[in-house]
């Protein structure tokens, strides 16, 4: 941002790319949206409330108080049930410098303006559902919002460790310094979902895995 504070992060997490659009603050910032190339992505108001939520399948919009506005599915997807629901174009205007467009699922691009200057990152993919067998079974948030809100978990805990290593170049200082308190909550929060039932014991360790890295 013009103020100096991280904008934009695109980073590599084993087979994927991730790219992560951060609010204008110096310290604890939070993340306004997450896009990754496994097709599953999410975009969040100023509050933290969900915003968009798309995964391979399709996705959702909310308002500000957690209603869902209206659906969509993507042409090449799996639908178990029910009818394909065209996606009419969407933007939206994460803050004063950065914008979203979802024209498609490969069709998705974050803008960022300021100073008079432009730059677009492309962060749509084509993603498919394999058709040999059914989608697995949706816990609470289903499998996707589970992985997602682990990814954004462990994202926001290691730059919050950068953030010490930058300050506290001292091990023995930096050990002693515990994570926000909003992220732990967020990690109980994420690990108390993982004990509904219809969670497989795979997808919960992999979201402990996540949320502890």
Same mark, same amino acid.
């Given at each position: 941002?013009?103020?100096?504070?991280?904008?934009?992060?695109?980073?590599?997490?084993?087979?994927?790319?991730?790219?992560?659009?951060?609010?204008?603050?110096?310290?604890?910032?939070?993340?306004?949206?997450?896009?990754?190339?496994?097709?599953?992505?999410?975009?969040?108001?100023?509050?933290?409330?969900?915003?968009?939520?798309?995964?391979?399948?399709?996705?959702?919009?909310?308002?500000?108080?957690?209603?869902? $506005?209206?659906?969509?599915?993507?042409?090449?997807?799996?639908?178990?049930?029910?009818?394909?629901?065209?996606?009419?174009?969407?933007? *939206?205007?994460?803050?004063?410098?950065?914008?979203?467009?979802? =024209?498609?699922?490969?069709?998705?691009? $974050?803008?960022?303006?300021?100073?008079?200057?432009?730059?677009?990152?492309?962060?749509?993919?084509?993603?498919?559902?394999?058709?040999?067998?059914?989608?697995?079974?949706?816990?609470?948030?289903?499998?996707?919002?589970?992985?997602?809100?682990?990814?954004?978990?462990?994202?926001?805990? *290691? *730059?919050?460790? =950068?953030?010490?290593?930058?300050?506290?170049?001292?091990?023995?200082?930096?050990?002693?310094?515990?994570?926000?308190?909003?992220?732990?909550?967020?990690?109980?929060?994420? =690990?108390?979902?993982?004990?509904?039932?219809?969670?497989?014991?795979?997808?919960?360790?992999?979201?402990?895995?996540?949320?502890?890295?």
């Amino acid at each position: 941002y013009p103020s100096g504070n991280l904008a934009i992060l695109v980073v590599r997490e084993e087979k994927q790319l991730i790219c992560i659009v951060h609010e204008d603050k110096p310290r604890n910032a939070r993340m306004q949206a997450i896009f990754q190339s496994s097709g599953r992505s999410c975009c969040y108001y100023a509050n933290g409330a969900v915003w968009i939520n798309m995964n391979i399948q399709g996705g959702e919009y909310f308002d500000q108080a957690g209603s869902r $506005v209206k659906r969509w599915t993507w042409p090449n997807s799996i639908v178990s049930a029910g009818p394909h629901v065209p996606l009419s174009p969407i933007f *939206l205007s994460l803050n004063r410098h950065v914008g979203v467009r979802i =024209l498609g699922q490969d069709k998705i691009a $974050v803008s960022f303006l300021a100073m008079g200057q432009q730059a677009k990152f492309g962060v749509g993919t084509k993603v498919q559902a394999s058709d040999g067998g059914q989608l697995p079974p949706p816990a609470r948030l289903g499998r996707d919002e589970l992985l997602l809100l682990a990814s954004r978990v462990r994202i926001l805990r *290691l *730059l919050d460790r =950068l953030h010490g290593c930058l300050n506290f170049p001292s091990n023995e200082q930096r050990d002693k310094i515990k994570p926000p308190s909003y992220l732990i909550t967020q990690t109980l929060k994420i =690990l108390q979902l993982c004990t509904a039932a219809g969670v497989s014991d795979e997808l919960r360790r992999s979201v402990r895995a996540k949320v502890k890295a």
